[in-house]
């Protein structure tokens, strides 16, 4: 039965390695068809690199590779953060597609372990940066240009980070520009399609756009930069928990979820012209009652303003806003007020109708001094019932989930679901 299972089927069954191994004893058929997924990920920490390369034999078997950072060796791993290259590691797995590297001092060090070129590098289109910075208190500044070769990705993750512009970053080319097409791909990610930000912060000026959609002047102005080439994410999704929770209350987290607010959303379009997945996840488990003040209210969000973009298949200019273009929205962790609120933010009054296949909205609920937010009452339930009835009347062709954020904190489904980043 097993042998005649399609393989996108097999990591759904959760097989151990021990049943991976045990199934490909069976016979030759099982051994070509198992034995490669025994080896396809791979786990060791920085002080484990040396081993790795000199004595494991299977690394042509090997797609995924996550590199923990060592907590009780934290001298050693803060060397081999800062001093092991990964071109060898990229050398010598030909299918590595799934890089996974956990820091505890800053995600800096993969600056000066670039040792390599974009053949090496290219094959990675799945990067995931945890930092163990917030554990100590401290902050591990991401730039984009810490990963400059890396062309290909098309989905990163980045965990606990302060995310901000490299200032004096400037491609590299040749006197002759004859690598201009490759050098000019250098600290932009022209293919993510999918970003992941979970605990990540950025301070003042900067926005997600000049962060992950940079531009850099031309080396010759009688030089075509293919200026066209710029990243726009179809997934973007936000993920704070107690770690972080002061930042979805700032005027930077403001200014990202009211495009009316900030005054240079019309500049920044572009990184939000193809978005068509948002996920906008805050679940607080502090048990300090000051905890309900770090949820944003629902009132604060406004994702209405219209912009103009061109579009590229007929190459007209048409009117759209990140509301009218997302076909999936993913809000939980928000304070409501009244139902009325789903009006102001939902309802597109003028110009182009939302096409929102699926909305899920989770909600807090209102703290009094006499209400368990444990249980949930005959008025909760009334609340949650007109609330999917008035975003199914705004939205009468979308899928509409509704509960309250208590709901996602303590149901393990939601707890996997929503916090699937950190694992």
């Known amino acids: 039965m097993l042998i005649n299972l399609p393989m996108e089927l097999v990591p759904l069954m959760e097989l151990s390695r021990k049943d991976l191994v045990n199934l490909s004893l ?14 396809d990920k791979v786990k060791l920490t920085w002080n484990q690199f040396k081993n790795f390369n000199e004595l494991f034999k299977s690394k042509d078997m090997v797609r995924s590779v996550r590199v923990f950072s060592d907590h009780t060796d934290k001298k050693a791993t803060s060397y081999g953060e800062w001093n092991i290259s990964l071109k060898e590691l990229l050398e010598e797995c030909a299918n590595l597609k ?11 060090c993969l600056k000066y372990q670039d040792k390599f070129d974009v053949d090496l590098s290219d094959k990675i289109e799945y990067l995931k940066l945890i ?23 098309k989905q990163l993750v980045l965990n606990g980070f302060l995310l901000t512009k490299d200032q004096f970053f400037y491609p590299k080319f040749k006197p002759d520009f004859s690598d201009l097409k490759q050098r000019s791909r250098d600290g932009r990610l022209v293919y993510l399609n999918d ?5 990540c912060k950025w301070d003042h000026p900067c926005n ?5 959609s940079p531009t850099y002047p031309s080396p010759n102005p009688l030089i075509n930069m293919e200026t066209s080439e710029f990243t726009s994410p179809e997934r973007l999704s936000l993920y704070y928990n107690d770690q972080s929770s002061n930042f979805v209350v700032s005027e930077r987290f403001k200014s990202f979820i009211d495009n009316d607010l900030n005054e240079l959303f019309l500049f920044q379009t572009r990184f939000y012209y193809n978005l068509k997945h948002l996920s906008l996840v805050i679940l607080n488990q502090k048990s300090e009652e000051n905890k309900y003040n770090y949820y944003p209210w629902l009132n604060w969000l406004n994702l209405k303003k219209i912009f103009q973009a061109q579009n590229m298949e007929t190459l007209e200019i048409e009117n759209k806003s990140i509301l009218t273009n997302l076909e999936t929205l993913t809000l939980v962790g928000w304070r409501l007020t009244s139902l009325n609120e789903l009006d102001k933010v939902f309802v597109v009054a003028n110009g182009p109708q939302p096409r929102l296949k699926r909305l899920q909205l989770y909600i807090v609920k209102a703290r009094t001094s006499s209400t368990d937010c444990t249980e949930t009452t005959a008025a909760d339930v009334d609340l949650l019932s007109r609330m999917k009835t008035r975003l199914e009347l705004i939205f009468p062709k979308c899928h509409t989930t509704v509960g309250f954020v208590e709901e996602c904190v303590s149901d393990q489904r939601y707890a996997n679901e929503y916090t699937k980043n950190n694992d």
């Open 98 to 108: 799934h890089l996974t590297i956990e820091v505890v001092s800053s995600s800096r």
């Open 131 to 153: 930092s163990h910075s917030l554990e100590a208190n401290d902050e591990s500044l991401f730039e984009l240009t810490q990963l400059q070769r890396f062309h290909n990705i």
């Open 26 to 39: 069976v016979d030759s058929s099982h051994r070509a068809k198992f034995y490669p997924l025994v080896y």
């Open 208 to 212: 997600l756009n000049d962060i992950f």
């Open 195 to 199: 970003l992941k930000l979970v605990n």
